[in-house]
């Protein structure tokens, strides 16, 4: 928005009043209306510019929700083990797992013995 220059304010309040027949008349009372206008015209460009900044920082975190958002619910991306030779989306078919190896009962494994093995 455009700013409010220091006597415009004034001037477009005075070309209203002699639009409905009232006229300024330079006075004290012309003076104060004068002032009272300079006074807001400031507080509108004033209002105007930090509008303007909150605007763009509110912009700013909206951003940042947005993308703390999206890392939040955006789906995960799958992760493949380096040396799979599967694509990590297609199915793998269930193996049939090996029955565990049958031990022969033998003799009893002594002290002695199991040393041997061990080392061999």
């Known amino acids: 928005m455009k700013q409010i220059k220091k006597d415009e304010l004034y001037q477009h309040l005075g070309d209203f009043l002699k639009s409905k027949g009232v006229e300024f008349k330079p006075g004290a009372y012309t003076d104060r209306i004068q002032r009272g ?9 004033a209002s105007q510019s930090g509008l303007a ?10 951003d940042q929700l947005r993308q703390v958002i999206h890392e939040k619910t955006a789906p995960k991306a799958p992760s493949a083990s380096p040396g799979s030779a599967n694509p990590p989306t297609a199915k793998r078919q269930p193996t049939k797992s090996k029955p ?8 009893p494994v002594t002290h002695r013995a199991a040393k041997k093995r061990m080392a061999s």
Do not use: G, M, Y
């Open 37 to 45: 206008c300079s006074l807001l015209s400031d507080v509108i460009n």
């Open 53 to 62: 900044r909150a605007k763009v920082e509110t912009e700013k975190k909206l």
């Open 100 to 107: 565990a190896p049958q031990v022969a009962a033998s003799k």
